[in-house]
């Protein structure tokens, strides 16, 4: 009886210890269930980004951008569960080195394919067709879909922030790095002959420094653009070694510079590196009156000794005492002097200097 007593005694104590342990387990699991979710919750939102200070400027071009209803990990995490979770260890290892001061000087971040294309978001674009920007009329699809120039892009190698408060917007200067820079054997390539691809053929009077010109005729007349707009290019987009150290510090990396194919691989369609990381940046538009380029052809000052100071002062207008500047018209409207001086076959009059 006794002994029965002992185990009844034991059973009760075990009983009243476990159904304690159950319980405060359950308050515990469910606590740490709260606690948990109020972390994932509030980490997720952007002002928690917006806590560390090296993510201001990135926070505040967010706010004024067309993305400033989305989540910023509605981009930067891949849609899936097993991604989220990815991204969440790759977000905790940032603030991990944020409070240990060991993080780069370089905020960097990549934004996926998908996320762009997640149900809700840009997955129908590739199916509208040209969209408009600017004057230019832009396809989506022979970028995504096709390779350019051997290339295979991403969205972020167009949509990026090349400019500081600029978020995920496109800079055109990207545009001008892929289609004007020189080929192998330093030319342009073929779309500098074709400009009508881009900017359409002018269907209007054309107002420049107030004076109007109506293209129809040349346009008619198949006139090539570069006849009189040349050069409108400056820059080649050149690949400084020394940029490779901003990044790379491995001999190894820096002697793969002529990898071409790979580097591309890598820092464009592998991961998202800005075009500027790595190139010189290339202009296009219509230069300055004051650059010298703008008067003459680009390359003859490299064999010819200037003698047409004269010509091009009067061309310009100026140098006469007491006289007002009065510029010709083709100099204000940025027209070369090959357009008209020029012993190449053309598709408008060869004219003669008199």
Known sequence: MKRQGLFAGLWDSLVTWAG???????????????????????TAQPDFCNSCHIMEPYFKSWQDSPHKDVGCIECHYEPGSVETLEGKFKALSQLAKYV?????????????????????????????????????????????????????????SCHSQVEQGQHMS??????????????????????????????????????????????????????????????????????????????HGEAGHIERIGETAFLHEMHVTEHKVECFECHDQISHGLLALETPKATRKEGCGSCHESSHDAAKKLFAGEGAVGVEPRPSRMYTTRVVCDACHTGRESSLATAAPT
Not at 105 to 112: I, N
Not at 142 to 149: C, K, V, W
Not at 176 to 198: N, V, W
Not at 218 to 233: S, T
């Open 170 to 247: 496109v800079d055109r200067t990207v545009c001008y790095t892929c289609h004007f820079m020189p080929d192998a054997e330093g030319g342009r390539i073929a779309q500098l002959s074709e400009c009508t691809k881009c900017h359409g053929a002018p269907d209007h009077e054309i107002v420049v420094a107030g004076r109007s010109f109506d293209h129809s005729d040349y346009v008619a007349r198949g006139v090539d653009c570069r006849e009189c707009h040349d050069p409108v290019i400056e820059g080649d987009g050149q690949v400084r070694r020394e940029r490779c150290h901003s990044c």
């Open 20 to 42: 304690r342990l159950f319980v405060l387990g359950l308050f515990g699991t469910a606590g740490l269930t709260a606690i948990t979710y109020t972390a994932v919750h509030h």
């Open 100 to 156: 240990t001061r060991t993080q780069g000087t370089k905020p960097w971040a990549e934004v996926s394919d998908s996320s762009c294309m997640r149900s809700g978001c840009h997955n129908v674009r590739l199916l509208e067709g040209p969209v408009s920007f600017g004057e230019i009329d832009f396809d989506h699809r022979h970028h995504l879909l096709e390779s350019r120039r051997g290339r295979r892009l991403r969205c972020t």
